[in-house]
């Protein structure tokens, strides 16, 4: 058993992830997820509320790193700019924790009740988001206008990063600290500047 | 009694958004629902799945005309300018059909379990964006990426096109022919315009 509530709930996590992507996240039940954890289903109910929410724990940390980023970026920065300078520290936080991120990310990809979920807490982010901006003083419309946009740019980033890595890729180096642990960086920095020149021509 | 299946669509459709807007999503029940369209609860699920579905009929139609727009644009037209163009003709009919689509609108921003559905059929559409953009030659990620931000865009003006209309606006001039009847376009128009600037400083 595990001794600490914390271990406990990193297990239960590790278990979920490992049983919804090896038999599908409907065909997993909550008892299994504890007993695969090495806790009984009433510890599981006191970590998580549902079977969904125990793959979002880190939503609420994203969001506080990234409003906090948003915050404390140099007075000067532009909006757009303000967002990529915050999402390329949220991206070291998911290259550190790769091994979890990633499978994650691709289990949420084709599952549609996790992606219900992921898109519901990612509306959320983009509002804090906006909300942060205005509170750097950019006008109301632009800020809701840039944190949608620049949200928009981090997904597809995101997608990118995970399309590059093929299972494949994962047995071979799937490590934390493997080459490509800074492939998202690399997506995101893509990805703004894909969006400028794509901006650039659009009318 | 409706005669028939199309007209019994309609007042199924017409009735759940007005009993939503009365009572709250969560406090209607399709047998209410039934009743004030004037048609037995069978019918009900004979047209709509479920309670939420009945407000999402337009979407395949929506996805459709977009992506055919995508398709029919102009060789030589830019991603982004694409987009755009084909959202302007998707406001037409939004615009057209105003005293359903605003409440409608309005009541899923305020409703999480109507979000949800709204968040999961636009991924979808926006997912056949960049579908068509490929198809027209668009490079995989440059599509992808135009058609996330560009729906963005849209969704942005969407949000202020309703923001824009409080309650007491509508009772005055409500009707679809009214003054404001072009107020979609005008916001997707200064939408592009400010990611456009937005992009062009954000670095």
Redesign the interface.
């Known amino acids: 058993m595990p001794r600490s509530g914390a271990e406990a709930r990193r297990r239960l996590q590790q278990a979920a992830l490992e049983l919804y992507r090896e038999r599908g996240f409907d065909r997993t039940t909550t008892a299994e997820i504890a007993a695969r954890a090495g806790v009984n289903e009433r510890t599981f109910f006191r970590h998580f509320p549902d079977k969904r929410e125990v793959l979002f724990d880190g939503e609420a940390d994203l969001r506080a790193a990234l409003t906090r980023e948003v915050a404390a970026a140099p007075a000067d920065l532009?909006?757009?700019?303000v967002?990529?300078r915050a999402f390329r520290k949220a991206a070291r936080i998911l290259e550190d924790n790769r091994p979890f991120a990633e499978p994650r990310l691709a289990l949420i990809a084709e599952t549609?009740a996790l992606?219900?979920?992921d898109?519901?807490k990612?509306?959320a982010v983009s509002e804090a988001l906006a909300e942060a901006l205005r509170g750097r003083g950019v006008p109301d419309?632009?800020a809701?206008?840039?944190a949608?946009?620049g949200?928009?740019?981090f997904?597809?980033a995101a997608?990118?990063w995970i399309d590059d890595s093929a299972p494949g890729d994962l047995a071979e180096g799937g490590s934390a600290a493997g080459g490509s642990a800074q492939g998202l960086d690399r997506h995101l920095l893509r990805?703004?500047?894909?969006?400028?020149s794509?901006?650039?021509?659009?009318?």
């Open positions: 532009p909006p757009l700019a967002l990529l549609p992606r219900e979920r898109l519901a990612g509306a419309r632009k809701d206008l840039a949608r946009t949200w928009a740019a997904h597809h997608q990118a990805a703004f500047e894909d969006l400028r794509l901006a650039a021509q659009g009318r």
